[in-house]
């Protein structure tokens, strides 16, 4: 069962998703090699719970941490450990949930660290892009098929990438997972009307090469079956009568990385309407 939101509602959301990405913003102020995923995990819970909110993943379905890192060949769902110390040339995609004022946030960024290959980059830009193409299509009127295409088409016809089929976007609101699924393929015009006060999560992961996925054995970390890198980037969005309302704000991750020396930016491509 879908719940369409109030306008109020939907401003519960948005403080929520913010401070995911204010938590975000502190990952992407600390994040280098050498540093471990335990160590982004607890300065972003600090931010949380200074706010006085409660992390979202921590504790849903018994998973263990305030953050999924999830790094190179790794797609989503990683526990950071101690023991997960990055190095350069990794990517490494962070997902952050957060529950306040009885609405969760959710968002997520992957971050490029030192000297990424430029095969590598590409696929972060073009999954990044991908994001941005499918929110365009998060309008009234549309069919959540008319955002998985946009997403699938960019990434595969023009790109070349797989896009995981196992794990899909979804409605958010008083739960983090509500309905609808939100995958990111599909078939233009099909699939549940898109309403004002839907509000879902839209959020790419796309596969260097194929698109098949395994679960590890910690029965978490999800990982592409062929070993190659992934890329992961998330935003939550209000679908709205001419343009989506984005209530996660990247920009104050963005913000971050430019400070920091040891990440890359993962600039939008240009794309041909
Ligand atoms: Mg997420
Ligand atoms: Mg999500």
Not at 6 to 20: F, K
Request: aromatic letters at 6%; hydrophobic letters at 35%.
């Amino acid at each position: 069962m879908i719940y369409y939101k109030t306008e109020e509602e939907i401003e519960y959301i948005r403080q929520s998703c913010l401070l995911v990405c204010e938590a975000l913003a502190e990952v992407g102020r600390l994040i280098r090699p050498g540093i471990s995923g335990k160590e982004i995990d607890e300065a972003a819970e600090k931010v949380i719970l200074d706010h006085g909110a409660k992390p979202g993943f921590k504790g849903l379905y018994g998973f263990p941490a305030t953050l999924c890192v999830s790094v190179n060949e790794h797609v989503v769902h990683g526990i950071p450990t101690a023991d997960q110390v990055f190095e350069g040339g990794d990517i490494v995609s962070v997902d952050c949930g957060v529950f306040m004022n009885g609405f969760f946030g959710d968002s997520a960024f992957t971050f490029p660290l030192g000297e990424v290959s430029e095969e590598v980059m590409e696929l972060c830009r073009v999954t990044n892009t991908s994001l941005y193409l499918g929110i365009e299509q998060a309008v009234a009127g549309n069919r959540l098929g008319d955002i998985g295409h946009a997403i699938q088409h960019y990434v595969e016809r023009e790109h070349g990438y797989g896009v995981v089929r196992d794990l899909v976007g979804h409605g958010i609101g008083r739960e983090l997972h509500e309905d609808p699924q939100v995958p990111n393929f599909g078939k233009r015009g099909r699939g549940t009307l898109l309403k004002e006060g839907l509000t879902i999560a839209i959020e790419p992961m796309v596969n260097l090469g194929r698109k098949e996925v395994r679960t590890s054995r910690d029965g978490w970390t999800v990982r592409s079956k062929d070993l190659k890198p992934s890329a992961h980037y998330e935003h939550t969005v209000a679908v709205q009568k001419d343009k989506a309302d984005i209530l996660s704000d990247h920009s104050l991750i963005e913000a971050a990385i430019q400070q920091n020396p040891n990440v890359q930016e993962v600039a939008l491509k240009t794309v041909n309407a």
